[in-house]
């Protein structure tokens, strides 16, 4: 996939993309992710869904070589205007459209693994990501447990903030939600931006999968999940996988071509 066509409008609309730094307000996940591939001794990653390129241009910035990939134009365009972009291979696409590669670990932040609605998508995606993997590589990625029904707080009255926008202007937001048909939750993003009034919104779905529906997935995808631990900065509502490539016998996947 390339292009924003289909996208939600939180990551292709260039106005939106231009805010979501600031509205998303400070990544303290992504200190963790830095400690997850220094535990996995990785120097070369692929970073899927990289959405404005944070944690990739941090990566990029310690000398690590690093791969991202979105599908959204738009905020591709936001990522390669920071600090360390010109060190970073982008790639418009998914994990399905991948340059050949042969990473020591590949991530999926922010909750990425949950936009994959389908189980068709999901597998290809796992597969695409074990492609670019070298033998007895890492995959980290975290998904919301579907137990702590975070959705129950996507409402206008916890979520409405006002945010500077960094250009002069204000940004009035809020979350609601449209409809829980699990393991489908629906909900809208709203924009008010001042001066000049203008309102957008971003409709989005995500899919709530079980952790034993993670770890069937992970293993028929040619996985095998090292450790399910929790998210630090969001104690009892994530799970965070860790997982590693394995041949089909389940041992470590030393056997496996390299790409050049």
């Keep these: 996939m390339s292009g924003d066509l289909g996208i939600d409008p939180i990551f292709s609309h260039p106005r939106l993309a231009a805010i979501y730094d600031v509205v998303d307000g400070e990544r303290d996940d992504l200190v963790h992710y830095l400690s997850w591939l220094d535990e996995v001794g990785a120097t070369s990653v692929l970073d899927v869904g990289c959405g404005t390129g944070t944690l990739a241009c941090a ?26 972009a010109e060190q970073v291979r982008w790639v418009n696409g998914d994990a399905t459209t991948l340059p050949k590669l042969c990473v020591d670990a590949a991530v999926m932040t922010g909750n990425v693994a949950q936009v994959f609605l ?21 995959l980290i990625f975290e998904t919301r447990d579907p137990m702590a029904r975070g959705w129950t707080e996507w409402t206008a009255e916890h979520t409405r903030r006002l945010v500077a926008t960094g250009d002069g202007g204000v940004v009035e937001t809020w979350t609601e939600l449209l409809d829980v ?49 929790d998210a630090p ?28």
């Design 118 to 138: 389908d189980d068709t998508d999901w597998l290809a995606t796992l597969s695409g990501i074990r492609a670019a993997l070298r033998p007895d590589g890492h």
């Design 59 to 84: 990566l990029a910035l310690r000398g690590t070589e690093i791969t991202a990939v979105d599908p959204a134009v738009a905020s591709l365009e936001i990522a390669q205007t920071k600090a360390g």
């Design 181 to 229: 048909a699990l393991p489908l939750v629906t909900f809208r993003h709203t924009y008010c931006f001042s001066p000049g009034g203008t309102t957008l919104t971003s409709d989005s779905t995500l899919r709530f999968r079980e952790r034993d529906e993670l770890v069937e997935s992970l293993g028929v995808s040619g996985f095998a999940v090292v450790d399910v631990r």
């Design 233 to 260: 900065d969001r104690p009892g509502k994530e799970f965070v996988f860790v997982a590693r490539s394995v041949d089909h016998h389940g041992r470590p996947d030393h056997h496996r071509e390299e790409h050049p």
